[in-house]
């Protein structure tokens, strides 16, 4: 119990610095880069399972699946570099909370519920430009370094209820808000022109529901489809409304297949209407934005029944680049889990390699995942 | 039990290395350099760059700000220049008690040391004339009055500016007794007149410290005086020493001479008064200084909603700027603490490097541009501010010359803005 709680204490340690993390080099694009509602679970299986998975954020009938008050959490390190047109950028790092989770039962009730947090769109970048402008008739270099701190947070409430035996059906309300600090200080060669220095802060809200199915066939087979719409992404620039952004609808679905009882398979597929936003984003100059696809598939063995292996696979397609290349996403991903507390206490660490191209760069990630759920 | 043990170190060796991993990446390192424009947030920030026409109105010019005899400097300008300026110096009495102590034995001469602080180019031959003036000269002495006193009757020393003098010299002279034959009646005061001449017709100036300046001119008076004292006498009866009654063989006596130097109680320049401006014209500058007060009247999405990187206040000139030939005049441009009109206090930016100045030169029609960026970008940060800018020529009242410009009530040749500035909306959230 006491190591448990060591863990969570540096969980939350780490948390504390989150926020000022550049997750992508792609979060400078449209609304940002968009997260995944996946638990360290489920990324070590390429989020495979996050149709079918009780931690993730993406199907609320999964919630059924929970027997007992659960909390969890969830930390992720990532080491990145890139290389765009002007040249590579290497040691880049990171480190934020993109999850969170608390669960239950409502007591008396055969109705489990659920309340998350997770990371919707990233938007924390710290960019350093220098461009050349002709003012009054003369050539002024300008230095620009622009910074944008925060994220577009998706807290949701979610409810699951077994309506026959094995089917298990669920809705969530999405609450998106959020903020950004952004600052931009630009600097010019000529000192007649005195530096500028805009700091402001950008509020988001929007609002989603999303509804869900859990289809269990068998205790090897297990079937989950979702549906989620978003409506549009209010943008305030302190606190002066200004830009209203159509956030698309997301169909998922996935499997859960055991086999045999210490082998599991799982997949998930999730398409995306990324491209209602591109009227919005035109309107004001903005990245373009495409339709999108992910296809996650993982495996994991739990030979000895204690420490279960998982690796997975993940390609996904993001929505907004400013060419008309739309960039892509390929992770390979090694996670293990262990019990802790005589099992009150689950760690998961997750390992990813990252490769985004597309859009005019080229990023790879490496990417540590530390999550811990408490059965109280 | 030693199986035990291994499998706890190593699990506590897995527990260390997780640790270090976690904290190693703990460090946050994100600065990186953006690539434009496939990746620069900052590619809707727009800088516009707008000359505003009738941005300035209500603008006056009032004087009476630093009369010339408070200024830091003094002027005098070459006889028949346009203007042309007279120093007037009266210096503190000097006492009749005995100097350090000591008796005086003799007054032998005089010494001028005039502080210069600028000059015009010396190479053109000038000469700095030394006048001896009455001492009831006063602040309220006019150039008329001092014809009567700069004549080649009263001119007491001549000095010729030397070829090499610098910045912040000093000139000195030394004039017999008799160029102040009435200094004991004028109970040991006296007062000089500085004027300056060009050998060969050239024109020129130089501007001389004041009192009221950190390098005032001095005047000195170099006496001979006992040195030594009696040997016989003790400390006690030095005071009602008798010099006479003292045996010459018991006392060594010696002579030195000292000076005794004094710094003026009063000191002015004067010069004719300029003609009258044009009805459309605003001043700044000369004694009594003139300063100009210009209203700021710029759209709002300038003041509150953008970030001002430049602006620049142009001025167009009614006449050939005045003043001493050759000199140059620094233009200042204040903000307001209260606009209150004429006696509106100046607001003290604590970093005097963002003060607008700018040099005009005299004999110069030229448009003048002062950056007034420092002023504006506080309008924005500081919303009591009022957007008013006052403009004046530093050292207020040490020069005689003086910018005149059109006001708004010129339509054609009013004051404007230059601006360069950034509109803080919109910007590039979701682009």
Known sequence: MRRCATLIALLLAVAATDAAAQVSLYGVLGVGYVGRPSGVHSRSLGSGLDATDRESALNPAAVGDISRLTVAAASISSFRSYTVRTGTVEELRDTRFPYALIAGVLPGTPITFAANYSIYAERSFALLTVDTLVLRGDTVFVADETTSIGAIADIRGAIGWELFSGVVVGGAVHILTGSTQEELNRVYSDSLYRPLAHTSQVSYSGLGFSLGILYARSRKLRFGVAFRSDNSLKTARDSIPSLHTDLPITVSGGMQYRPVPRVMFTTTVVWSSWSDAAPDLAAVGGANAFDTWSVGAGLELNRSGKVPVRLGFRYAQMPFSNTPDQPRELDLALGVGFRAAGGRALFDIGLERAKRDGGGASERAWQLSLGVIILP | ?431
């Open chain 2, 1 to 431: 039990m030693t199986r035990r043990r291994s499998r706890a170190l190593v699990r506590a060796s897995l527990w260390l290395g997780l640790s270090l991993v976690v904290m190693w990446s703990c460090r946050e390192d994100v600065v990186a350099p953006g690539s434009c424009p496939e990746f620069c947030p900052t590619r809707l920030v727009r800088e516009i760059d707008t000359l505003f026409l009738g941005s300035i109105v209500d603008d006056s010019s009032y004087v009476g700000y630093v009369p010339a005899y408070s200024a830091a400097f003094m002027e005098a300008v070459s006889e028949g220049s346009a203007p042309e300026s007279r120093s007037l110096i009266r210096y503190i009495s000097f006492t009749k008690v005995i100097v350090e102590a000591r008796e005086i034995l003799s007054l032998d001469s005089f010494q001028l040391d005039l502080r210069v602080r600028r000059v015009s180019d010396p190479t053109v031959g000038l000469e700095l004339l030394i006048y001896r003036l009455p001492v009831a000269v006063d602040t309220t002495t006019t150039f008329t009055d001092t014809e009567p006193w700069f004549q080649d009757s009263t001119l007491i020393a001549t000095i010729a500016v030397p070829d090499s003098l610098g910045d912040d010299s000093t000139v000195s002279v030394v004039l017999p007794l008799s160029a102040f034959p009435d200094f004991v009646a004028d109970s040991l005061t006296a007062a000089v007149g500085v004027g300056m001449r060009g050998v060969s017709g050239g024109e020129g100036y130089a501007h001389l410290g004041t009192r009221d300046g950190t390098r005032p001119s001095l005047f000195s008076r170099w006496l001979t005086v006992v040195d030594t004292v009696p040997l016989v006498l003790d400390s006690a009866e030095l005071d009602t020493l008798d010099l006479d009654s003292i045996p010459a063989d018991s006392m060594v006596v010696d002579t030195i001479q000292v000076r005794d130097a004094r710094q003026p109680d009063m000191d002015t320049y004067v010069f004719v008064a300029w003609p009258p401006r044009a009805a459309e014209a605003l001043a700044v500058g000369s004694a009594p200084a003139w300063r100009s007060l210009l209203r700021v009247d710029l759209p709002v999405y300038v003041t509150d909603s953008s970030d001002i990187s430049r602006a620049t206040l142009y001025l167009v000139p009614s006449e050939a700027v005045r003043g001493a030939p050759g000199d140059t005049l620094r233009l200042r441009a204040d903000a307001l603490a209260a606009d209150v009109g004429a006696k509106s206090p100046l607001l003290a930016f604590p970093d005097t490097s963002a003060t607008g100045a700018a040099d005009v030169f005299v004999g110069s029609t030229d448009t003048v541009a002062i950056e007034v960026t420092h002023i504006l970008k506080a309008l924005r940060t500081d919303t009591l501010l009022p957007a008013s800018i006052m403009l004046r020529i530093v050292p207020e009242g040490s020069q005689s010359g003086q910018l005149r410009f059109w006001s708004s009530r010129n339509t054609a040749f009013a004051p404007s803005l230059h601006v360069t500035f950034i509109p803080l909306f919109p910007r590039p959230e979701p682009q």
